[in-house]
Each structure stands twice: as structure tokens, then as C-alpha cells.
């Protein structure tokens, strides 16, 4: 069982020099646009990098869980992640998801996305397997120290993978591994965030909230920002409850966040991760369908989200 006292962390190595002043805002984890044979549509991928950089995003995340990455070889990856790079061209950072069941896999692909110039990777426990809290370490430990020069983000996501990092674990992380400086939370568990940020303050590690619903709560808990699935449809709106919250503006952030929510919490009743194209596709951005098994949401669920887009003025004229 890993400790939880402070004293544990007076040894901690953090270096001072890695600069992570860029982690904040709002990071998408950017859809994977797919042709009808299930091919990269590399043109409509670079379109929408270019319209959510125009839209306001301070970041990217290439292949969170709404990239399908769980769907891609390693060698589309690579050519997906050059390809993101070429269009960014260091507007915003640009984050690498890696989310693969095997260690050796994931050190794999955290090399190959450091060679490529990352700006940090982001790291989700292991799905289908629960291991335990001994081997999770191990498993995070050891990718993290396979690109000790780049920034890592640790990626909680239990309603996916079927558990949950610990406190405890994110701390010893947090002041024990140099290169680990922050971590997305996905629980929609305010007080798991909340508490992710006040254990590790003293570290000015930087959390992420991951639930779009929660945005505006997570920032009055000390979220430097948010990964945001729903800035693939509408990232101006979303981020000016950012904009508006860091001006000072929090009752517009706030409004903001509740016009948002209804759009998302309709997502639900979509399976994962189709609503998110589907939306995109209805305000015009031509992203595709999600690979098979997924398919597009059914006609009676599109005309909720047409109605929801329709009211929040978010559909061309």
C-alpha cells in the first residue's frame, strides 16, 4: 500500500527546469476523421486542427478517447500524429494519448511521439485488466521514465477503464516522478478533483478537469482548464467559459457552462464515442462516422441534437 503521509514526499526529484506554463486552457481530444473505408481523412483532419485552433483551443490532445485510439495500429498513429503536428505548426501544444493494455506498447509509443516533437503525452490506466495499485504504478512508472524530457499528464478515467487511480498514487507520482506535472480527472467526482489538486499543490501540478459538464466547477477548485470532447462542435463556445472565468467574468462563465450542458449530457444517450461526430458532422465539419462496431446515432436521437444545436444558434446559416 503506497503512503500517504507528506513526510514521504521530502526526498521527491521534481526538476525546476521543465517548463509547464503552456499546460492550461482548453485542450480537445480532436475526433479522428475516417473515409468510408475506415482510412484517415487527412483533409478533413487538417480542417478541423485549423477550425478549433481558430475557435480558441490553447491545445490538442491526439487520440484521447474520442480519436479512437483503441481502433489504430501503431504505424497509423505515427502517420496521424505527423500529420497533426504539420497542420499545428506550434500554434497551440500538441498532447499524445496513449492508452494501450500493454507496458511495452505504450513505452513504444511515448518514444515515438517524443521523437516526433510533442509537447507532453497523456497517459490512461490499462483497460479490461484491474491491476493492482502496485502494478498500475509500475506500469506508469515505467513509460513515464522511457521520455524523461517530456511532460506527462496522467489520464483518470474509471468510467471507461472500470477503476479509478487513487490519491494516493497520483501524489507519489506527482512528487516522485520529475516528468509527471499533471494528470486529466474524468470521475466527474468534483471532490476526486478537487482533492487531486489541493494533495498536490505544493508541486504546482496541474489538473485538468475531463468532464465537459464540469468545467466551470473545476476551475473554481483550481483546474488550470479542461479536456473537452465537445470543442470538436463547438469550441468557441466552450472556450469562453474559460475566457470569461480567467477575465473574471464569472457569471458569464457560468452562463456559458449552462448553456453547454444540454448538449452534453444528451451525448449519453449516444454510445461512445459517436455523439461527439455526430454533432461535429451537423454544424458541417464532414468528420466521418466512428469505426465499426459504432455506428451513427439513430435519426429519432439526431433530431435532438439538431433541435439542441439549433437552440443554442450553433448550427451554418
Not at 495500429?73 to 500554434?91: N, S
Not at 483550481?222 to 470538436?232: E, H, L, M, Q, R
Request: charged content about 20%.
Amino acid at each position: 500500500m503506497l503512503q500517504s503521509s507528506s513526510d514521504l514526499y521530502q526526498s521527491r526529484k521534481k526538476g525546476k527546469s521543465m517548463d509547464t506554463s503552456f499546460i492550461k486552457g482548453i485542450v480537445p481530444p480532436i475526433v479522428t476523421p475516417f473515409t468510408k473505408d475506415e482510412k484517415l481523412d487527412e483533409v478533413s483532419f487538417r480542417n478541423q486542427i485549423d477550425w478549433m485552433i481558430e475557435g480558441g483551443i490553447t491545445g490538442l490532445l491526439v487520440f484521447g478517447s474520442n480519436g479512437e485510439f483503441y481502433m489504430l495500429e501503431e504505424d497509423e498513429m505515427e502517420t496521424i500524429l505527423g500529420i497533426a503536428l504539420d497542420q499545428v505548426k506550434k500554434r497551440v501544444p500538441v498532447y499524445m494519448g496513449i492508452g494501450a493494455i500493454r507496458t511495452s506498447k505504450c513505452v513504444r509509443l511515448a518514444k515515438m511521439a517524443e521523437k516526433l516533437g510533442v509537447q507532453g503525452i497523456s497517459i490512461l490506466q490499462p483497460m479490461f485488466l484491474k491491476p493492482t495499485e502496485a502494478e498500475l504504478k509500475n506500469h506508469l512508472v515505467t513509460i513515464a521514465e522511457s521520455v524523461p524530457n517530456t511532460p506527462v499528464l496522467l489520464y483518470n478515467n474509471p468510467g471507461r477503464t472500470g477503476y479509478a487511480m487513487s490519491q494516493n498514487l497520483v501524489s507519489w507520482m506527482a512528487h516522485n516522478i520529475p516528468n509527471v506535472v499533471g494528470m486529466k480527472d474524468s470521475s466527474g467526482d468534483l471532490t476526486q478533483t478537487e482533492e487531486f489538486v489541493r494533495r498536490n499543490a505544493d508541486v504546482d501540478f496541474k489538473v485538468f478537469c475531463g468532464k465537459d459538464t464540469l468545467i466551470y466547477a473545476g476551475l473554481c477548485v483550481g483546474c488550470v482548464g479542461a479536456v473537452t470532447s465537445t470543442s470538436n462542435f463547438a469550441p468557441a463556445l466552450i472556450w469562453s467559459i474559460y475566457e470569461k472565468y480567467v477575465s473574471g467574468d464569472l457569471e458569464g462563465s457560468k452562463k456559458a457552462q449552462f448553456a453547454l450542458n444540454p448538449l452534453r449530457l444528451q451525448m449519453d444517450s449516444s454510445s461512445f464515442p459517436v455523439a461527439t461526430k455526430d454533432y461535429a458532422n451537423l454544424v458541417g465539419r464532414q468528420v466521418g462516422d466512428s469505426m465499426l462496431p459504432n455506428m451513427a446515432s439513430p435519426e429519432s436521437q439526431m433530431k435532438i441534437f439538431t433541435q439542441l444545436l439549433q437552440d443554442e444558434g450553433l448550427l451554418p446559416r
